[in-house]
């Protein structure tokens, strides 16, 4: 993992800092650095000391955590405009989840200690941060009902659809191939299904036109129906 320094303005593109004064951007950006991730080298590990977070600007990270039985358990896909590790500037306990690079990767990392003299001198960080975290608390809650709410074709749809948004390359027609491959294994973790229930819903939309395959990589074939299938 390499480490380098960069112009502070790359700060607002982050949704964490976003909306900040350039001012504050500019003295947050004076302790933070960037990082370089290759594929498939990790930037955390869960119980690792939490000491600071990460905003990203380019490549996909896999957050996931390991079950009781060896397991691993994807928990979200996350990519530019994303900041991981946000909570340890608060709270300092132990990180939560493993974090994977499943594309290269560049991120601005703020240690916890740096983010703290910066703040209580510009108290005004301490409020945007409640706002942004109230606001992505008020989404999970959201979330965790649709879940509960959605049955499993609902779900499925939900993560194609993100998968496509991290992973997609756009064909013709409107239709978007996910150029990462996933197990159906993995895809049932992600909606907290059986795998062999994903198999059949799978199945049954490839007769319906709306998934296929192709050199093993998923292809939505109409995001607007799947789309669709997510409302409740």
């Given at each position: 993992?390499?480490?380098?320094?960069?112009?502070?303005?790359?700060?607002?593109?982050?949704?964490?800092?976003?909306?900040?004064?350039?001012?504050?951007?500019?003295?947050?950006?004076?302790?933070?650095?960037?990082?370089?991730?290759?594929?498939?080298?990790?930037?955390?590990?869960?119980?690792?000391?939490?000491?600071?977070?990460?905003?990203?600007?380019?490549?996909?990270?896999?957050?996931?955590?390991?079950?009781?039985?060896?397991?691993?358990?994807?928990?979200?896909?996350?990519?530019?405009?994303?900041?991981?590790?946000?909570?340890?500037l608060i709270d300092a306990q132990p990180r939560s989840a493993t974090a994977t690079a499943l594309k290269p990767c560049?991120?601005?990392?703020?240690?916890?200690?740096?983010?703290?003299?910066?703040?209580?001198?510009?108290?005004?960080?301490?409020?945007?941060?409640?706002?942004?975290?109230?606001?992505?608390?008020?989404?999970?809650?959201?979330?965790?009902?649709?879940?509960?709410?959605?049955?499993?074709?609902?779900?499925?749809?939900?993560?194609?659809?993100?998968?496509?948004?991290?992973?997609?390359?756009?064909?013709?027609?409107?239709?978007?191939?996910?150029?990462?491959?996933?197990?159906?294994?993995?895809?049932?973790?992600?909606?907290?299904?059986?795998?062999?229930?994903?198999?059949?819903?799978?199945?049954?939309?490839?007769?319906?036109?709306?998934?296929?395959?192709?050199?093993?990589?998923?292809?939505?074939?109409?995001?607007?129906?799947?789309?669709?299938?997510?409302?409740?």
């Amino acid at each position: 993992m390499s480490v380098r320094h960069f112009d502070g303005s790359i700060l607002s593109s982050s949704a964490l800092f976003a909306g900040l004064e350039r001012g504050t951007l500019d003295r947050l950006a004076r302790y933070s650095r960037l990082v370089s991730l290759e594929k498939n080298q990790r930037l955390f590990e869960k119980d690792d000391p939490s000491d600071g977070c990460y905003a990203i600007f380019e490549g996909i990270l896999k957050v996931s955590i390991t079950s009781s039985d060896g397991q691993e358990v994807l928990l979200a896909m996350l990519g530019a405009g994303d900041v991981i590790g946000e909570m340890g500037l608060i709270d300092a306990q132990p990180r939560s989840a493993t974090a994977t690079a499943l594309k290269p990767c560049t991120l601005a990392y703020l240690a916890s200690r740096d983010f703290k003299h910066v703040a209580d001198a510009n108290p005004v960080i301490y409020v945007h941060m409640l706002e942004i975290l109230a606001a992505r608390l008020r989404t999970s809650n959201e979330t965790a009902t649709m879940q509960l709410l959605l049955p499993l074709r609902g779900r499925l749809a939900q993560v194609f659809l993100r998968l496509a948004e991290g992973f997609g390359e756009p064909l013709e027609g409107g239709r978007v191939l996910i150029r990462q491959k996933f197990t159906q294994l993995e895809l049932a973790r992600m909606t907290g299904s059986a795998r062999e229930n994903v198999n059949r819903q799978i199945k049954q939309w490839k007769r319906e036109h709306l998934v296929s395959r192709i050199s093993s990589y998923y292809c939505l074939e109409n995001t607007g129906k799947l789309r669709q299938l997510t409302e409740l």
